[in-house]
């Protein structure tokens, strides 16, 4: 349970998460409970100032958000100004219940990883939809950019096959990569959007110093 076990956000080398060279931001190790207590290794991370950033656009006005009563499977996600559309892949997780990370390609810079195995779906009543993306070192990954232009108060927007729904960023917290934060797997609770990339120093391959998280919370504008 949350309450009795955490999840480390630890640092890590090589493991569908971490990368060999560039890293992305999280690996999850979840607990055995169905209340959640994975443990976060990462290698990706914060990139340098020299962060590439699409052209602000906006994705959401107040009628594009949809009123969505039931779960169903996330095709993209739009952030204005760091993409209009990331595709979203849900790789499997390893031997040891560490959820995966998009692939270290040209295109898995810029997409985001959905953890099926969490078991919430956007629309879903209670819990939290879990996803990571990467950070490279030369700043050019899409993790990159929500770290420059992802805050508090800012739109999300998450679209499936017809429908679109919205989450307002609630809360945008950066911890140490040893922090334990059970909080980011809660299955129960409020309905979030919880997204996870690592930031901070990059010490090595696949080594970082901080994890930074957003919780969002589904909205109508």
Known sequence: MAGRRGAL????????????????????????????TPTARGSSTAGPSTQQREPSTTVAPR????RVRH??????????????AAAIVTPPRDAAGIPGTPPLTEAGKAEFAWDLEQGTQPGDRRGNVIVNTHTWPDGSALGNRLLAVL??????????????????????????????????????????LAILTCSGRRLGPGIWTRRTVWFASPTLS
């Open 151 to 192: 805050h508090r108060g800012d739109l999300v927007v998450v679209r499936g096959e017809d429908v679109r729904l919205c989450y307002r960023v609630t809360e945008r917290l950066e911890v140490a990569a040893g922090t334990l934060l059970p909080r980011y797997y809660r299955r129960h609770g409020p309905p979030r």
């Open 9 to 36: 956000l630890a640092t890590g080398t090589a493991v569908v998460v971490v990368a060999v060279v560039v890293a992305l931001g999280v690996v999850l190790r979840p607990s055995r409970d169905s209340a959640s």
């Open 63 to 66: 009628s594009a958000c949809d």
């Open 71 to 84: 779960g169903f499977t996330p095709r993209t996600i739009s952030v204005p100004g760091a993409t209009r």
